[in-house]
């Protein structure tokens, strides 16, 4: 039962009394009870055979007899039932749709080497696309982020120039950095955005008319959690594109206390 309550006052602005009001509001706590359970079982059922599917994976992976072929091969699947995963968390992280804090462990990162991770990983899609996906990445740049949210951002960032931009392009992906912010660019020379839906990119499930005539696969999520991981590091997700040219995303991330982190011989 809801009670609320409140005071009645004559037109002089005198308090003559109180009114209060019940309502019944069992109706709204089952059904929000009924969509935590809903979801945490969604997300046992759903996350316990892809916990599975990851580590047979990871067994047959070990294998040091597996033939290079296989083991590319493997690796997409890794890859996929990976993102499958992250998929799984966001959408069932209230956080992560912008609901609430989205937590994050915090270390010191070489986001370089990351970003070589990164485009390694992301390259057998990449040349099954025929799609050049380069790391301009040599140098050590600390940053104090967690590693994993910003794995799966530049992740998201990588499949995407890749899912559109055509056969025989290519993809650059930079580290730049000053004292304050690292910058992450991924650059394509993809089929660009419209700038009508540049503003849309962000909106959950939103796609522009050209990714869904492209049958890339995807639902519309990536660019939404991407920006939402970003802002909840106290960066920013900026996108420049021209439509039939290609597509930049810069990612800029502030350093954090990496300075003085650095010093220390275990990091
Ligand atoms: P998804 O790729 O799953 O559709 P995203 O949230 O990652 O979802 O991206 C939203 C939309 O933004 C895509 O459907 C596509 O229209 C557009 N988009 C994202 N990245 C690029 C890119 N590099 N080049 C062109 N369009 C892009």
Do not use: W
Request: proline residues 4%.
């Amino acid at each position: 039962l809801s009670v609320s309550a409140r005071t009645v006052r004559d037109a002089a602005g005198e308090a003559v009394g109180a009114a209060l009001a019940f309502s019944d509001v069992t109706d709204l706590v089952t059904a929000l009870q009924a969509r935590e359970v809903f979801e945490s079982s969604v997300s046992h059922e759903l996350r316990t055979p892809l916990t599975s599917v990851l580590g047979h994976l990871e067994l047959v992976l070990d294998d040091p007899g597996l033939s290079e072929a296989a083991t590319r091969q493997l690796r997409v699947a890794q890859r996929n039932a990976t993102r499958l995963q992250y998929l799984v968390s966001d959408l069932l992280d209230p956080a992560a749709r912008g609901l609430g804090t989205l937590e994050l462990l915090r270390a010191p990162t070489d986001v370089a080497a990351l970003v070589r991770d990164v485009v390694a990983t992301g390259s057998a899609e990449a040349r099954a696309a025929q799609i050049a996906v380069v790391a301009h990445a040599d140098d050590c740049v600390r940053a104090v982020v967690d590693v994993h949210r910003v794995h799966q951002v530049l992740d998201n960032l990588v499949s995407n120039a890749v899912k559109y931009t055509d056969p025989g392009g290519s993809v650059d992906v930079t580290v730049e950095a000053d004292e304050d912010e690292v910058t992450l660019s991924v650059t394509d020379t993809g089929i660009g955005i419209a700038p009508d839906d540049l503003e849309r990119l962000f909106e959950p499930f939103f796609r522009a008319d050209h990714a869904r005539e492209r049958v890339a696969p995807g639902v519309g999520l990536g660019l939404g959690i991407a920006r939402s991981i970003v802002v909840a590091h106290g960066g920013r997700l900026e996108v420049d594109s021209t439509p039939g040219a290609g597509s930049t995303f810069c990612v800029v991330l502030p350093r954090g206390d990496h300075a003085v982190r650095d010093l220390r011989p275990d990091h």
